[in-house]
């Protein structure tokens, strides 16, 4: 099947696109580099180098014998985007190209409406060049668990029977998102579903957790097939933030309680989820959503796996609780049902003990190059004007 | 009170403007033109003149002895915004600026882009204008009752309690909008309500069904004080076209089987009750949801009453059911919670055969200048380019 890839020089993205490309898909990456110029920008780096793009698609056709096809684009500049689609006729399209970190679309108004207009814009872009260019395909759309935030009822894949006053009807599950981010996924979902329904599209939206692992069976093949490994405080998700706070001996930095619950995943079944939703594709016009989760922990719970397991490999590891930035409940009900994407056949690499040793050694090895200012949050969701600076908000004593 | 009026020479934005003003509100009127500019750029026009924002602002002074500010601005660009906000420093601000018609962001990808960024960007910026100028001010919000779709249980004002799996919560209304335009506005209301969570910041949202009328008490008292009367398929809600077409011998052009229900609210009681949401601000934090309707009718029974007012006063009324050029359901339940705004005190102004007779009497008065070719849809929600010059959708037999 013909695969394009939007974001495909991603974290998630380019591993999806060898993943797919090792299962014998024709694939292509479309990518504007945003995520390497942010790093650039702000002096950040990955800890795992990567290599550039032509690199790890030249690489990949000498291991592999397979042929990527690489485009240089932007969602939300429309005469590229229909290039790729005319060019490569896509049957489905995986949709990554977003703005994807919370504490980046909270830092000041810029960069709040730099994610709305990014993510939005460019998703509305995409949906036009289906439907103008490959009316057929199908759309899979990356979305997040985020986008539910944490009412107190159980989480339902996407939509909820609701019973009211004598009368039911089966209805868009009810969204409390919390960042310009997140509200620009739920902004996506509800334009897709719109176009589904009126052009006959069809979508798979899958809610992804938090996204977890250094690696994927591809990935490994050779370290110019290496994804990014973010452990910033833009960036860095939860747990691979803790492997690397415990690799240099900084504190974990858990925020406030820690009580806050969410869903996770491995990266090696995030590939898979997206591979299971494309097999087995939604009728025209349909929009469906898939909760792309396998097992939820506390932000404490998780914290307190990373040390246990950097305590067994002798490190010094402890827990701090620091202000929490955002603004979210951190005692709350969270039960969520994640049985499509089972149903489809994912079988679950369940976080262990191993998988945090893997991504604590993975630091240990680069510990060199980590900056320790990044690891310390100064983005806070109250205030309107937010440095990333690190020096700014740290005193002087800790940066040593 | 110091009232900004985002939007404040609209259809609705201006008559709000001099209401609150003849109540003794300070009032400040900010807009860029662009429903001006869009009736440049297609030849169209409002049916009853209407006079530039400074010489109605001008003969308002002379008539009344009162003042109002003019800003010339656009929410998209916050300089401008924010010298209103600093300069003005609101209590209140009442938010009309967006482009506010379903089928104009149907018209092709540009138009659909064009939307949701003024739309949503804008009301970022009015949200990050308030936390960083007028923290304390009160957002009145002109959402619409079209983000809720039509479900097939009673729409509630803004939230739903959902009993769910022995659980139960209080969650926003699931939406189901039916246009890029009416996206737009879920969008915002998500986007406000985490505004009003993180900063406090308190925010009315008052979902309005269709507004029909020709004037307020106040625009009524001068020529100069008219405010714009829209007829064209763009613009033109579907009571104030049903008159025109009345008046000039066209059939009243139902779409499909007119089984379509919509609240419809008299424009002399939006602009009360904004002045109600006002009087009785929400707490700070706190995201509250009026809906701003008195009544409802299928889109085929407000037919027939025009084509009974139109044969009383001697008319040659007709009905015919045209192709539905929107995607929507012709048959559904309707039934909708608004006793917020009755509870405050609102005392609707019921449709009846006069505001219809005035109306049509209106469009009698003015038929000289009626340009026919703009009463018949040519926006199809089905298509991806479409155009809105009436001539190429037309035979040109109609044109006559």
Chains 1, 2 share one sequence.
Not at 4 to 30: M, T
Not at 52 to 65: K, L, Y
Request: overall charge negative.
């Amino acid at each position: 099947m013909r695969i394009l890839i939007l974001g495909g020089d991603g974290y998630l993205g380019w591993p999806q696109a060898i993943y797919l490309s090792q299962k014998g898909h024709e694939v292509a990456v479309f990518d504007n580099l945003a995520r390497r110029q942010f790093d650039l920008k702000h002096g950040l780096d990955s800890l795992v180098p990567i290599y550039s793009m032509q690199r790890r698609v030249e690489r990949w056709a000498e291991i592999t014998g397979k042929a990527i096809t690489r485009f240089h684009g932007d969602t939300v500049d429309y005469p590229s985007l229909s290039r790729a689609f005319q060019e490569f006729q896509p049957e489905a399209v995986v949709h990554f190209a977003e703005q994807r970190a919370a504490p980046y679309s909270m830092i000041d108004r810029e960069h709040a409406v730099f994610t709305q207009h990014n993510n939005v814009i460019g998703t509305l872009n995409v949906c036009y060049a289906i439907k103008d260019y490959a009316p057929a395909a199908h759309l899979v759309k990356l979305g997040t668990m985020g986008e539910y935030g944490t009412p107190n009822i159980d989480i339902e894949e996407g939509f909820i029977e609701i019973h009211h006053k004598g009368r039911s009807d089966v209805l868009p599950f009810p969204k409390q998102p919390g960042s310009f981010y997140h509200l620009s996924k739920v902004h996506d979902s509800h334009n897709i579903m719109f176009c589904c329904r009126i052009w006959g599209m069809k979508s798979t939206d899958l809610n992804q957790g938090v996204v977890y692992g250094a690696d994927t069976y591809e990935t490994a093949l050779d370290p110019a097939l290496a994804t990014r490994f973010d452990y910033d405080q833009v960036y860095g998700t939860a747990l691979n933030r803790f492997c690397i706070q415990a690799a240099i001996g900084h504190p974990l930095t858990v925020y406030g309680s820690g009580g806050q619950t969410r869903g996770y995943i491995n990266i090696k079944d995030t590939v898979r989820c997206i591979e299971l939703a494309i097999q087995s594709p939604p009728a025209a016009g349909e929009f469906r959503v898939f909760n792309q989760i396998t097992e939820w922990f506390s932000v404490k719970d998780l914290a307190e796996r990373v040390q246990r397991v950097g305590q067994r490999l002798g490190l010094d590891v402890m827990l701090d609780s620091i202000r929490n930035p955002r603004v979210e409940s951190e005692n709350h009900h969270y039960n969520v049902v994640h049985t499509k994407l089972l149903d489809l056949g994912l079988q679950p690499h369940l976080l262990d003990e191993a998988e945090i040793e893997h991504m604590i050694k993975l630091a240990l090895r680069y510990q060199d190059q980590i900056d320790r200012r990044q690891v310390m949050p100064t983005v806070n969701w109250r205030e309107t004007e937010n440095s990333i600076t690190p020096e700014a908000a740290l005193p002087q004593a800790a940066l040593a």
